[in-house]
């Protein structure tokens, strides 16, 4: 038990177990592109709109996602994990035990990031619960997989140094492709691409940014089913290293492209009407 961990109680308990490993009920989902595409167009109209990420999410399923999430769950290191990380926003949203680690920790860094975004990992949490309060619930052990896959969101954009500007979320979800891939990662992170391109007119190597996100997060492993509180104490280069991440240099080009024409890569949009 490392210093951060000592901070929580594992979940000992056996309910997890007697829950079946997979809901039957749960909904087949099929390839819908022409629904992905409508939902995509909508969120263009407000990048913030997260129920239409959601959206496309349903119409672009990873076909493989029960497969991949029944093997972890069975696997010894996943329950050892789950024990361990029963419920990961309650872990990474307490930033006074995160910021106890040593600085220049994977744990200082998100703390820095989430902090200056204004973000917590329940808030996308309740944009979730928002987006299903509708929809029936399945009481199974696959959703604690599901829930680890969308919780690790933010924690990406602190391993690859990808910002949450247009290009820096297209590159997140190309590599995020790589470790869960369901389509909606490709066809948003490129759709993105090319609407930057739209916006902009430059020389800026965007589609080879987010190709480049895709090889990162191939060369990754799958970042869900590690222990993230054995990662969180480690300082941030060296989890970088252990993970065969390596700095991401097209989307660095791209920002210096930007810079040098008096873009905000924050704002791309915003500069196009300014001019």
Sequence with gaps: MNALTANFEPDTSHDFLSLPLYDERRPKL???????????????KDKENTEEVFRIFESLPWRNLRKAGEAFIQSERGLDIRVREPF???????????????????AHAYCDFM???????QGLVEEFDRFMADKPKYN???RWYMNRLRDVHDMLHVLTGYGRDSLGEACVL???????????HLFIGYMAGLNIGKQVSSSAPVL???????????????????AITELLPMQLDDVRR????????????????????????????????AA
């Design 140 to 142: 199974d052990q696959f």
């Design 30 to 44: 099929k390839l819908r592109p022409r629904k992905a595409l409508f939902h995509f167009r909508e969120l263009l």
């Design 88 to 106: 990961l926003p309650a872990i990474l949203d307490d930033h006074a035990a995160l910021r106890r680690t040593p600085k220049g920790s994977l």
């Design 174 to 184: 190309a590599f995020t492709y790589s470790q869960q891939p369901s389509p909606a």
């Design 208 to 226: 080879r940014a987010i190709r480049e996100a895709q090889g990162l997060g191939k060369a990754c492993p799958r970042i869900a089913e590690m």
């Design 242 to 273: 252990k993970l065969n991440i390596t700095p991401a240099m097209h989307y660095r080009a791209a920002h210096a492209v930007w810079g040098s024409m008096g873009v905000n890569p924050y704002d791309l949009l915003g500069q196009k009407k």
């Design 115 to 121: 902090e200056a975004e204004g973000l917590t990992a």
